[in-house]
C-alpha cells in the first residue's frame, strides 16, 4: 500500500473537481454502468461551485507504485469525502449553530482496508470539530461502510422521525428504521 495524503480539495479548481467527478464517477459505477455518454463532467463542476459556500470535500491522493509510468511527485486521487455545512435557525438568547451532514465517502477499491477511508472521516471530524459543530451525522450505505463510521464513533440516532411523502397507500409500510435518512430530517430550532 502506498503513502496517502488527505487534503481539502480547492472547489475553485479545475483539477480538482475533475478529480472529485471522477471519484464521484467510480462510486456510481460500483451501483452499475453509467451511461456512455452524459454531460456528467459539465454537470458536476456546475453543481460543485453553487454549493461550495455550504460543502467541504477532502481528496485522498496517492503517488501511486513505485516504477509507474506517471511524472515524479504526480498525485492521483484514490478517495474523497464530503461535508455539507447546516446552519440552525437562530433562537433568541441562543447562539446560531451549525451541524454537518458526511456524504460520498469513497475510495477506489485498491485502496480500500489500508486505513485511507478512515483518514478522510477523520478529516472532517477534525474540521467540524474546529468549525465549532454541534453534531455531524450520515447515513451509511452498507455493513462495511457502517462498520468504519461506527469505528470512528458515530452511533444510532434513533430520536429522528419521517415522513415518507412518496409512500403510496395500498403499499406496505416499511419499519421506521429502514426510512431514516438525515438529509430528510432538518432541525427546525
Known amino acids: 500500500m502506498t503513502a496517502v495524503r488527505i487534503r481539502p480539495a480547492v472547489l475553485e479548481a479545475a483539477g480538482d473537481i475533475a478529480a472529485l467527478a471522477l471519484l464521484r464517477r467510480a462510486a456510481a459505477s460500483e451501483q452499475g454502468p453509467a451511461p456512455a455518454e452524459d454531460d456528467f463532467g459539465r454537470r458536476f463542476a456546475a453543481w460543485v461551485r453553487a454549493q461550495a459556500a455550504h ?18 511527485g504526480m498525485r492521483l486521487p484514490v478517495g474523497m469525502v464530503g461535508l455539507h455545512r447546516y446552519e440552525r435557525l437562530p433562537s433568541p438568547g441562543e447562539p446560531t449553530s451549525t451541524w454537518g451532514y458526511v456524504g460520498n465517502l469513497f475510495v477506489l477499491p485498491d485502496h480500500r482496508d489500508g486505513g485511507t477511508g478512515g483518514a478522510l472521516l477523520e478529516a472532517v471530524l477534525d474540521h ?62
Do not use: K
Request: a negative charge.
Open 128 to 189: 467540524a470539530r474546529g468549525q465549532g459543530m454541534a453534531r455531524v451525522v450520515l447515513s451509511p450505505n452498507g455493513v462495511r461502510a457502517g462498520r468504519l463510521f461506527r469505528r470512528a464513533g458515530f452511533r444510532d440516532a434513533r430520536e429522528l422521525l419521517v415522513h415518507p411523502l412518496d409512500t403510496v397507500d395500498d403499499e406496505p409500510t416499511p419499519d421506521l428504521d429502514e426510512l431514516v435518512h438525515p438529509l430528510d430530517q432538518h432541525p427546525l430550532d
Open 55 to 72: 460543502r467541504t470535500f477532502w481528496l485522498a491522493e496517492s503517488r501511486g507504485q513505485d516504477g509507474a509510468s506517471r511524472p515524479a
